[in-house]
């Protein structure tokens, strides 16, 4: 006769107006948190255990968005810059990643094409 084993996996996901609360056994808490601040967005990412990753993001008045970063607990700072090239249909975006870190810096950039029919 053979064993059966059963492995029973509990989660819980709690939504609010400005975040999110999820639990799932054997892979722990994931927090998401943001807040609109002086006309950008606060945001608070994080798993437990794990890290934490915290942001500010705002877009000037040409369309850049630009989000610094700090992650936790690499102790990093990440800045991304982002913006869009073409305004017609073809909806071309270059985002620009730049992470300053203790030992190891690194670049990168990453083109997105959307299209619209």
């Known amino acids: 006769m053979a064993d059966v084993i059963y492995h029973a996996m509990s989660f819980v996901d709690l939504q609010f107006p400005n975040g999110q609360l999820t639990y799932v056994s054997y892979e722990g808490l994931t927090t998401s948190a943001f807040l609109p601040l002086c006309g950008g ?19 000037n008045k ?32 270059m985002k620009l990643s730049i992470q300053f870190s203790v030992g190891r810096p690194s670049f990168s950039v990453q083109i997105n094409n959307v299209i619209e029919f």
Do not use: H, N
Request: proline content about 6%; aromatic content about 14%; some cysteine.
């Open 62 to 93: 040409w369309g850049t968005r630009i989000t610094p970063m700090v992650l936790w607990p690499d102790k990093s700072f990440a800045l991304g810059l982002s913006q869009a090239l073409a305004w017609k249909r073809s909806g071309l975006m």
């Open 41 to 59: 967005l606060l945001q608070a990412q994080g798993q437990y255990p794990g890290e934490m990753r915290y942001s500010f993001s705002c877009k």
